[in-house]
């Protein structure tokens, strides 16, 4: 699934001028509680798949509406939540914009910035709370946490895994597995082989997709040569740019489904998701930002709630406050997904459920029934605390 | 003789279709209807169009009309029972959902989901009174036996709020745990019964200093604790006894309403959302959203008797005599 904008635009620390803000300013206000929206989106390069564009502005609309949100809150408390903005296209002004915001006493800032970034801002903002909505990074949850940040976005493993649950469920158990060239599909690969074997796949062939093919020939053409191989059941693609991806369903060898980056595929969030509320989540944002919400836009927006629903049990902001809280099992968080949600005292990831959508269908929703775990089913998903060597609750901030 | 015994016999079948003679009515949220059951046979005996996606359903003082929240029309109906006919329909503000009507049987306050409002429209001149702003998302709805409080609450901003129907005008607001769905005075109204689905709690609230006083919890054996989400909550008229229904458990919780200890947990239908007594008080009815029915619980044995089927989503449900 592609999230990643060509275009962006350079945004320097902008203040947003809508109604919340008002209401942040307002002098009647006990508690200001500040909070910074950090994003650096690398351009990914020319794409083949490219006739439908992705919004250039995912992830900041959804910590807009949650500072509106938190301020419906906060209106009646005396709290007041405002949102500063830096949007910059390296990763060294994104850093150097971060650091001045700390300068004047920020301390809680939604990340939409890949692994590198985050691990930059997370040593530069010591003493401060990150939430990561921008990377899937596995490393992050499992050998290398940071002890600063907590993760609202779904890691890789989580996404492969309630994808492998649901193949199993319908017993499309052997897969062909095409992966792409980046260093990103590389790692939503190795999500998928993990994912496999945790749940019983087989992967009967591997592919690369190079394209350095017959160039006389469109993608859609190579395809079915392309996917020629021993039999499979389902195809998986791990084409996180969407480069390729787009150009295999109906276009494989055997007559069988696609899924992974493209096709089914898993995700934090979708426009398809309406039941438990979500319908008014979704019309709350389409009337804020003129668009569907995407994963980013959801992680973004639960990044914000997360700090606020802290914020209005704890009546405080402090950040080292605000992570213990939320590490601890007393801050159910409701994400419109059917239950609620928390972060996991291991490794800061928010556990969640994954819906499992095509363009313009829900498809089911992960963890399947029937998937048990010990203390959550939700933890069936992703890294489990034996399989991690972090222990954020334990570490110090 | 023969007289006697007959007159006897249409006087005892008479007392027994009394108490049972009564009718439910239950929305069907996907299906744009009303189910009506005859308590009697216990069989949907007739199932009336309705706007779309009804919700909340409430009926006047004399039980001659019923109100229905059509979420996706954004009105409220009012359906005159005798005719089963539409006779009205009120400006509700956007996407009403729940209601409560004043004792006065005029003020009618409706939660607008979608505009963080809630709006008092007079039942009789069908006049907007006032449109009160609350928080994200306002759901449940409820007005105090004695008039004075029209309480909503708000699933975003996790708050009740408490409006002074003199004035119409927001005086309070109690801040309870994740996503609020339902409040419900007890007959003296000096407490408030509101619950919190993401939260998993019930909140019981001393209505003189709106503060909590007890929060609720619930455990089912087998049942995850995330899955016990609490929704519709009714009081026995007696004052001892209270029902939670707790959505996806599929479970109702009796609770002892006196000294808060929960009694027992009833396995009802999938998704149970909200409930109502028959007017003896001799069954409480269950809408259970996902399969499609109601079922029936017995109130002497606290047991569930029967279910019975609906349309899609049953929402709402309601009892004349």
Same mark, same amino acid.
């Given at each position: 699934?592609?999230?990643?904008?060509?275009?962006?635009?350079?945004?320097?620390?902008?203040?947003?001028?809508?109604?919340?803000?008002?209401?942040?300013?307002?002098?009647?206000?006990?508690?200001?509680?500040?909070?910074?929206?950090?994003?650096?989106?690398?351009?990914?390069?020319?794409?083949?798949?490219?006739?439908?564009?992705?919004?250039?502005?995912?992830?900041?609309?959804?910590?807009?509406?949650?500072?509106?949100?938190?301020?419906?809150?906060?209106?009646?408390?005396?709290?007041?939540?405002?949102?500063?903005?830096?949007?910059?296209?390296?990763?060294?002004?994104?850093?150097?914009?971060?650091?001045?915001?700390?300068?004047?006493?920020?301390?809680?800032?939604?990340?939409?910035?890949?692994?590198?970034?985050?691990?930059?801002?997370?040593?530069?903002?010591?003493?401060?709370?990150?939430?990561?909505?921008?990377?899937?990074?596995?490393?992050?949850?499992?050998?290398?946490?940071?002890?600063?940040?907590?993760?609202?976005?779904?890691?890789?493993?989580?996404?492969?895994?309630?994808?492998?649950?649901?193949?199993?469920?319908?017993?499309?158990?052997?897969?062909?597995?095409?992966?792409?060239?980046?260093?990103?599909?590389?790692?939503?690969?190795?999500?998928?082989?993990?994912?496999?074997?945790?749940?019983?796949?087989?992967?009967?062939?591997?592919?690369?997709?190079?394209?350095?093919?017959?160039?006389?020939?469109?993608?859609?053409?190579?395809?079915?040569?392309?996917?020629?191989?021993?039999?499979?059941?389902?195809?998986?693609?791990?084409?996180?740019?969407?480069?390729?991806?787009?150009?295999?369903?109906?276009?494989?060898? $055997?007559?069988?489904?696609?899924?992974?980056?493209?096709?089914?595929?898993?995700?934090?969030?979708?426009?398809?998701?309406?039941?438990?509320?979500?319908?008014?989540?979704?019309?709350?944002?389409?009337?804020?930002?003129?668009?569907?919400?995407?994963?980013?836009?959801?992680?973004?927006?639960?990044?914000?709630?997360?700090?606020?629903?802290?914020?209005?049990?704890?009546?405080?902001?402090?950040?080292?406050?605000?992570?213990?809280?939320?590490?601890?099992?007393?801050?159910?968080?409701?994400?419109?997904?059917?239950?609620?949600?928390?972060?996991?005292?291991?490794?800061?990831?928010?556990?969640?459920?994954?819906?499992?959508?095509?363009?313009?269908?829900?498809?089911?929703?992960?963890?399947?029934?029937?998937?048990?775990?010990?203390?959550?089913?939700?933890?069936?998903?992703? $890294?489990?605390?034996?399989?991690?060597?972090?222990?954020?609750?334990?570490?110090?901030? | 003789?023969?007289?006697?015994?007959?007159?006897?016999?249409?006087?005892?079948?008479?007392?027994?279709?009394?108490?049972?003679?009564?009718?439910?009515?239950?929305?069907?949220?996907?299906?744009?209807?009303?189910?009506?059951?005859?308590?009697?046979?216990?069989?949907?005996?007739?199932?009336?169009?309705?706007?779309?996606?009804?919700?909340?359903?409430?009926?006047?003082?004399?039980?001659?009309?019923?109100?229905?929240?059509?979420?996706?029309?954004?009105?409220?109906?009012?359906?005159?029972?005798?005719?089963?006919?539409?006779?009205?329909?009120?400006?509700?503000?956007?996407?009403?959902?729940?209601?409560?009507?004043?004792?006065?049987?005029?003020?009618?306050?409706?939660?607008?989901?979608?505009?963080?409002?809630?709006?008092?429209?007079?039942?009789?001149?069908?006049?907007?009174?006032?449109?009160?702003?609350?928080?994200?998302?306002?759901?449940?709805?409820?007005?105090?036996?004695?008039?004075?409080?029209?309480?909503?609450?708000?699933?975003?901003?996790?708050?009740?709020?408490?409006?002074?129907?003199?004035?119409?005008?927001?005086?309070?607001?109690?801040?309870?745990?994740?996503?609020?769905?339902?409040?419900?005075?007890?007959?003296?109204?000096?407490?408030?019964?509101?619950?919190?689905?993401?939260?998993?709690?019930?909140?019981?609230?001393?209505?003189?200093?709106?503060?909590?006083?007890?929060?609720?919890?619930?455990?089912?054996?087998?049942?995850?604790?995330?899955?016990?989400?609490?929704?519709?909550?009714?009081?026995?008229?007696?004052?001892?006894?209270?029902?939670?229904?707790?959505?996806?458990?599929?479970?109702?919780?009796?609770?002892?309403?006196?000294?808060?200890?929960?009694?027992?947990?009833?396995?009802?239908?999938?998704?149970?959302?909200?409930?109502?007594?028959?007017?003896?008080?001799?069954?409480?009815?269950?809408?259970?959203?996902?399969?499609?029915?109601?079922?029936?619980?017995?109130?002497?044995?606290?047991?569930?008797?029967?279910?019975?089927?609906?349309?899609?989503?049953?929402?709402?449900?309601?009892?004349?005599?």
């Amino acid at each position: 699934m592609r999230q990643i904008s060509r275009h962006l635009l350079l945004w320097v620390a902008v203040s947003l001028g809508y109604a919340a803000m008002s209401q942040a300013d307002s002098p009647a206000a006990e508690l200001q509680v500040r909070i910074a929206y950090l994003a650096y989106i690398p351009d990914t390069g020319p794409l083949l798949s490219n006739v439908i564009p992705e919004p250039t502005d995912a992830g900041r609309r959804g910590a807009e509406l949650a500072i509106t949100d938190s301020n419906s809150t906060g209106r009646f408390l005396k709290h007041a939540y405002s949102l500063d903005v830096a949007e910059h296209d390296d990763s060294a002004s994104l850093l150097a914009a971060a650091t001045a915001l700390h300068g004047q006493g920020v301390r809680l800032f939604v990340v939409n910035a890949p692994a590198p970034t985050l691990r930059q801002l997370s040593q530069a903002l010591g003493d401060s709370l990150l939430i990561n909505a921008g990377s899937a990074d596995d490393k992050l949850r499992q050998s290398e946490c940071l002890a600063n940040v907590l993760h609202t976005l779904p890691s890789r493993a989580m996404l492969a895994d309630a994808l492998a649950q649901f193949l199993t469920v319908r017993k499309w158990s052997r897969w062909l597995l095409i992966t792409g060239p980046t260093e990103d599909d590389q790692a939503y690969a190795a999500a998928l082989r993990r994912a496999a074997k945790r749940f019983g796949h087989q992967i009967v062939a591997e592919k690369a997709w190079s394209f350095d093919n017959d160039q006389r020939r469109s993608a859609q053409a190579e395809m079915p040569l392309f996917t020629q191989t021993k039999e499979y059941d389902v195809v998986l693609v791990a084409d996180e740019r969407g480069d390729f991806g787009e150009y295999l369903p109906y276009q494989t060898w $055997y007559p069988r489904p696609v899924a992974g980056t493209q096709g089914l595929t898993p995700t934090g969030w979708h426009k398809t998701v309406e039941t438990y509320g979500a319908a008014q989540l979704q019309k709350r944002f389409e009337a804020h930002a003129q668009r569907w919400m995407n994963d980013r836009d959801f992680a973004a927006w639960l990044g914000v709630r997360s700090i606020a629903s802290a914020v209005s049990k704890l009546r405080q902001s402090d950040a080292k406050a605000i992570r213990a809280l939320a590490l601890s099992d007393q801050l159910p968080l409701d994400g419109f997904k059917g239950r609620k949600l928390s972060f996991r005292s291991w490794n800061g990831q928010l556990r969640q459920p994954i819906p499992l959508v095509q363009p313009r269908a829900l498809v089911s929703n992960s963890p399947q029934d029937g998937f048990l775990h010990p203390s959550s089913e939700l933890d069936s998903l992703g $890294y489990d605390a034996p399989e991690v060597s972090c222990n954020l609750a334990a570490a110090a901030p | 003789m023969r007289i006697a015994l007959l007159a006897a016999s249409i006087s005892l079948a008479l007392a027994s279709t009394s108490s049972l003679a009564a009718t439910a009515y239950v929305s069907n949220e996907k299906d744009d209807s009303i189910s009506v059951i005859d308590l009697a046979s216990m069989e949907v005996s007739a199932t009336l169009e309705v706007g779309m996606r009804p919700r909340g359903l409430l009926l006047s003082s004399d039980n001659k009309l019923l109100y229905i929240c059509a979420s996706d029309s954004d009105r409220v109906q009012v359906m005159d029972l005798a005719t089963r006919k539409i006779i009205k329909e009120l400006p509700s503000g956007a996407d009403p959902e729940q209601f409560a009507l004043h004792r006065n049987d005029r003020w009618l306050y409706i939660s607008n989901e979608d505009d963080a409002l809630v709006t008092v429209v007079d039942t009789q001149s069908d006049e907007v009174l006032a449109q009160i702003d609350v928080g994200v998302e306002p759901e449940g709805m409820a007005v105090s036996p004695d008039g004075k409080w029209a309480v909503n609450t708000s699933e975003t901003t996790n708050m009740l709020h408490w409006i002074d129907t003199s004035n119409q005008t927001l005086v309070d607001n109690t801040l309870v745990d994740q996503r609020p769905r339902h409040v419900e005075f007890d007959a003296d109204g000096k407490r408030l019964w509101a619950s919190a689905e993401i939260g998993g709690t019930v909140s019981v609230i001393d209505v003189a200093n709106r503060q909590i006083e007890k929060v609720l919890t619930f455990q089912i054996k087998g049942v995850h604790p995330d899955k016990v989400q609490p929704v519709g909550v009714k009081l026995s008229a007696d004052g001892k006894l209270a029902f939670v229904a707790l959505g996806p458990a599929n479970h109702v919780a009796v609770v002892d309403a006196k000294t808060y200890e929960v009694l027992d947990y009833l396995l009802v239908g999938r998704r149970v959302w909200h409930m109502a007594f028959t007017p003896d008080q001799s069954q409480l009815l269950t809408t259970n959203g996902v399969s499609g029915d109601v079922s029936v619980i017995d109130m002497q044995s606290l047991k569930v008797t029967k279910s019975i089927k609906v349309g899609r989503y049953p929402w709402g449900v309601v009892v004349t005599p």
